[in-house]
């Protein structure tokens, strides 16, 4: 679907469950929930149904369509607005990676670089920790 703010893809038969109510195990993508309650608003639906067919809260299809009439244009602008805003924050590291730590040993690995001492130690330690605990949440981040 083409919009002021760009294409829009839509699983049109995911957009007929949901709007019959048959939306059971998956989810909606945000402009496939947005089309959908959009549709159901010209059917008269309550908000409360709307949002239990397309598996949003009542608070998030409140922001979307702030009235009855809101324009579909208008509610995928808002939609597409945040998830660029959040997929332009995520997946940046606040500072970078640093060796004689396991991220930095990885670092190593993806580049295909010989390890470095305090790296190899890091992951070492790691290790010790996974191993007592089951996770490497906690891990030391730097090998004493």
Wanted: hydrophobic share 35%; glycine share 8%; aromatic share 6%.
């Amino acid at each position: 679907m083409a919009t002021a703010a760009g294409l829009v893809c839509l699983d049109l038969v995911a957009v007929e469950l949901a709007a019959n109510g048959l939306r059971k195990g998956w989810t909606l993508t945000s402009s496939e929930a947005a089309y959908t309650a959009d549709l159901l608003f010209q059917r008269g639906v309550d908000y409360s149904v709307i949002a239990h067919r397309i598996g949003v809260s009542g608070a998030t299809l409140r922001k979307w369509f702030p009235t009855d009439d809101t324009p579909l244009g208008e509610a995928l602008s808002r939609i597409r607005t945040r998830s660029e805003a959040s997929r332009a924050t995520s997946g940046q590291r606040l500072e970078p990676i640093r060796c004689g730590t396991l991220p930095g040993y990885r670092r190593h690995q993806r580049r295909k670089e010989p390890q470095c001492e305090a790296c190899r130690r890091a992951r070492h330690a790691a290790d010790r920790h996974f191993k007592e605990h089951g996770t490497y949440i906690g891990a030391p981040e730097v090998a004493s």
